[in-house]
């Protein structure tokens, strides 16, 4: 954030930052994710940004990680109608209910185990058993 800050010559005023970084996820730039505990304070430094879509991603990068192209494609996916925020253990929070991790077809359960409404979203496979379902479902949602 310090060398973000130095280049917009903001030199220590957060708030000014993170004003600008709520301007960009208003138009669509970004996607700006908090933890529950943190609300809507724009003032609050966010948990995890994210260009908005994976568009914007292939357009803006020679190469990009796979497993933020899968947590922006699911993100967008649900953003419209669900509230996500980012949960404490797992990717993510959907409607303070559930929580979902994100990854390969060989993901485990290891970072959401004995957590009640927990789901884990996997690449590269086509039929979900139990509560491992197929990433691209979620692609009939938009």
């Known amino acids: 954030m310090k060398e973000l800050m130095y280049k917009m010559n903001i030199k220590d005023n957060y708030k000014t930052l993170y004003r600008f970084l709520?301007?960009?996820?208003?138009?669509?730039i970004l996607y700006l994710l908090r933890a529950k505990t943190k609300g809507d304070n724009i003032f609050s430094k966010p948990d995890?940004?994210?260009?908005?879509?994976?568009?914007?991603?292939?357009?803006?990068?020679?190469?990009q990680s796979i497993s933020?192209?899968?947590?922006?494609?699911?993100?967008?996916?649900l953003k419209v109608s669900h509230n996500i925020q980012v949960a404490k253990k797992g990717d993510f929070l959907v409607d303070e209910k559930y929580?979902?991790?994100?990854?390969?077809?060989n993901k485990g359960y290891k970072q959401?185990?004995?957590l009640p409404n927990s789901y884990v979203e996997t690449d590269d496979i086509e039929i979900g058993s139990g509560n491992k379902i197929p990433l691209l479902l979620f692609g009939f949602l938009y």
């Open 68 to 77: 933020t192209l899968r947590e922006v494609f699911f993100a967008s996916m």
């Open 99 to 105: 929580i979902f991790e994100i990854g390969g077809k």
């Open 112 to 114: 959401i185990k004995n």
């Open 22 to 28: 709520e301007y960009l996820n208003r138009a669509k």
């Open 48 to 63: 995890k940004i994210y260009l908005n879509n994976t568009n914007l991603y292939h357009s803006y990068y020679n190469t």
